[in-house]
């Protein structure tokens, strides 16, 4: 009875917790919108809200700001909740979108996209103006997903030959990821100083190439994934009894982990493509939400997609608030935060045993 009690308790405190992020994440939000290097006030951006302000006013917060923040928490939840689902299906607490070589393949097409096709040794050279021209965004998107998707079809097609055993699927995404980097690399020697500049900008993660239809994409890519996610949550609870014990209870684990694994990595591979590479909010998250609330995907789940929207709202917010001007790539912001954060949950304690 007292066992039920608890439960019961710890449940309440969990739901609490959901609605206290999400009040967080809504207030973080807010706040984003308003921080910025142009002297517009917080009463001009209520004003603007409420349909008021200037041309130029409006054309800040609705064009430039309201996508970037939008895309923050999208890509944000995004990446944290696919960096729990890897998690959970290859039993691994490194596993994320960028050690499953995701990110790794998007940038290796993104760098064809601009060093082979826009403003690299082909056609263009050291023209400018011909870049301009060349250099289509969502080709270079386009050329991103393509190559983030590869490399899981790849994995996956890896790992049904051999059996589809977790220690595989991560091991072939490090090699995989390996190639796409060298082959990356290649392509940088050969590129000429514009090529290089624009391939080396586009691979920071940056929020501020995000648009309304970037966003709507995300959207949609993210939510498909979540809906999907929760509506198996008792089959993944059942997962970290174990592969036999979930197989007993009538799950078939290795159809189970390649759905996952495809869709926390198409997730992964719309929102780099549009954003660039976002690192460490795949694995700090879901870490922290497991921390706070042990394993049960009921609560994990909602819980790690606002913790990632949190966090890559803060990121942003610190990005532009240091640049000084321009936006510092929020990337890199999120690899401060999360390498130190990292260091001390390893050394912190223990790792918690699955509840």
């Avoid at 760098?111 to 826009?118: E, G, Q, V």
């Amino acid at each position: 009875m007292d066992s039920l009690k608890t439960l019961q308790k710890k449940n309440r405190r969990n739901q609490s917790l959901i609605v206290w992020m999400l009040i967080a994440v809504l207030a973080m939000g807010l706040l984003c919108l308003f921080v910025g290097v142009s002297n517009m006030g917080f009463s001009d951006g209520v004003n603007v809200l409420l349909g008021g302000g200037t041309n130029a006013q409006k054309r800040i917060l609705l064009n430039i700001r309201l996508p970037r923040v939008l895309a923050a928490i999208i890509a944000g939840a995004g990446l944290s909740v696919a960096g729990l689902m890897m998690q959970t299906c290859l039993s691994n607490a490194m596993a994320s979108p960028s050690t499953l070589g995701v990110s790794n393949g998007a940038v290796f097409g993104a760098n064809l996209s601009i060093i082979a096709f826009a403003g690299g040794f082909l056609s263009t050279g050291n023209n400018l103006s011909a870049f301009d021209v060349g250099a289509n965004p969502y080709a270079t998107s386009a050329l991103a997903f393509v190559f983030a998707t590869a490399s899981v079809l790849l994995i996956l097609g890896l790992c049904t030959v051999r059996s589809f055993s977790p220690n595989v699927v991560v091991l072939s995404g490090m090699a995989i990821g390996a190639v796409w980097t060298a082959l990356t690399t290649i392509l940088q020697f050969y590129a000429t100083d514009v090529g290089l500049s624009a391939a080396v900008v586009w691979s920071f993660g940056d929020l501020g190439r995000a648009t309304y239809e970037t966003d709507i994409l995300m959207a949609v890519a993210v939510s498909v994934g979540f809906v999907f996610f929760y509506t198996m949550r008792w089959k993944y609870n059942a997962l970290l009894a174990g592969e036999a014990t979930a197989k007993t209870m009538g799950v078939n684990v290795s159809g189970l982990r390649f759905v996952t694994l495809l869709l926390s990595s198409v997730i992964t591979a719309v929102c780099v493509s549009f954003l660039g590479v976002i690192g460490f909010v795949g694995i700090i998250c879901p870490h922290v939400t497991k921390k706070l609330l042990g394993h049960d995907h009921r609560f994990t789940l909602p819980v790690s997609c606002l913790m990632g929207s949190l966090l890559l709202l803060l990121a942003d917010t610190a990005s532009r608030s240091l640049g000084g001007g321009s936006a510092l790539p929020v990337g890199a912001i999120t690899s401060l935060l999360g390498a130190p954060f990292f260091i001390a949950i390893i050394f912190g304690k223990k790792e918690g045993h699955h509840h």
